[in-house]
């Protein structure tokens, strides 16, 4: 029969029909579902291996038990059974309880027992920071001074620029008894020079030889190395001082190696003139001083030394160096910055005592 548009109509019968859609039809998705008709002789009336029941194990993969699909169309998805609802239930109760039990960790009350906390109840509201003093770098145990009583607050640390060596005031008794300590010896080879370098510059330490002034340089270190040696008395080792010009050389010895300087220049001040042993940052330099002229304590003769390296060379630029004269004017050179010994100012900017030597 003809349908209202004109276009015969299959006859429709059981599934043994000889109508029926043969097994290799292809399925129209745009004429929802119906079989197109095959293009020869329509099939035998015996069943097909299609036609009848499976006769081997289903092909694809088993169906999954926990899905419900009664009513699952073409286009609806699986929907989850009761049994996968239930399993979906207990592993969220599952979230849920181990992140209620790791918050509770974290939260946790502090612990009576435990040192820290028993050490903060007892020192009181103001040791707060103390659970911080466990975890963090000693810029914070540096903070509090935990003792017995509260916290004590320490000063904070300062970062303060290292003056350099700083002398020592020159003695206020010049003849005070003074321990012999011999630091080395010291080489003059123009002058034909050799003998011990004492520590002091008390006439009591330089009777015996060339006196270091403490608080200056050792040989070798960095500032201005000061010795004080005399010229007309005992072994008179800087007698011959004022022949000394730029490039001679000084040799000192000490257990820390042997250090060699030279002559930039020899200068006279005033007795007073402490300035001499004024120490500069950063370069090598050493004075050498004693009474001037000859027999006088007036004045002071004044040699004034850079440190060479073992190429021969000086260690500091000329540029660096104070100037030779630096010290010799009669106001600003008899003043010196020194270190505070806590001792008597002296009776004169002389360490010598106005004595002659």
């Known amino acids: 029969m003809n349908d209202a548009g004109g276009t015969p109509s299959l006859p429709t ?20 579902g119906q079989s197109s008709p095959p293009s020869g002789p329509p099939s035998s009336p015996v069943p097909g291996p299609t036609s009848g029941p499976a ?13 419900d699909t009664a009513d699952d169309g073409p286009d609806r998805p699986a929907q989850a059974s009761p049994r996968a609802k239930v399993r979906l239930g207990l592993a969220l109760f599952v979230a849920v309880l181990l992140a209620a039990t790791i918050g509770f960790a974290t939260v946790r009350p502090a612990d009576p027992d435990d040192p820290a906390t028993a050490l903060a109840a007892a020192m009181g509201s103001e040791a ?4 911080q003093i466990t975890t963090t770098t000693t810029t914070t145990t540096a903070a509090l001074r935990l003792t017995g009583g509260p916290a004590t607050e320490l000063p904070t640390p300062t970062t303060t620029e290292d003056p350099g060596p700083l002398p020592d005031p020159p003695p206020a008794d010049p003849y005070a008894p003074t321990p012999q300590v011999i630091l080395g010896t010291i080489e003059i080879p123009k002058l034909g020079v050799t003998g011990n370098l004492q520590e002091g510059i008390t006439l009591t330490a330089i009777n015996r030889g060339p006196g270091h002034w403490p608080g200056t340089p050792q040989p070798g270190g960095i500032g201005n190395m000061v ?17 000394l010009v730029g490039g001679d050389k000084v040799v000192f010895r000490t257990s820390a190696g042997t250090f060699v300087y030279q002559v930039r220049g020899v200068i006279v001040v005033p007795a007073q003139n402490i300035g001499i042993a004024t120490q500069a940052k950063g370069i090598h330099t050493a004075t050498l001083f004693a009474c001037h002229p000859r027999g006088s304590a007036t004045q002071r003769i004044v040699a004034k030394l850079e440190l060479l390296g073992p190429d021969g060379r000086p260690v500091d630029p000329e540029s660096s160096l104070p100037p030779i004269n630096f010290g010799s004017d009669p106001v600003t050179g008899s003043t010196l910055v020194v270190r505070n010994t806590g001792q008597a100012p002296a009776r004169s900017g002389d360490p010598f005592g106005n004595t002659p030597g």
Do not use: I, N
Not at 55 to 67: F, R
């Open 128 to 131: 707060s920071q103390l659970s």
């Open 55 to 67: 006769s081997g194990p289903p092909s694809g993969p088993p169906a999954d038990p926990t899905l």
């Open 227 to 243: 010795v004080a040696g005399h010229r007309t008395t005992y072994s008179k080792p800087f007698a011959r001082l004022d022949e």
């Open 13 to 32: 019968g059981p599934a043994d029909s000889p109508f029926a859609a043969p097994a290799d039809s292809v399925v129209d998705p745009v004429s929802d």
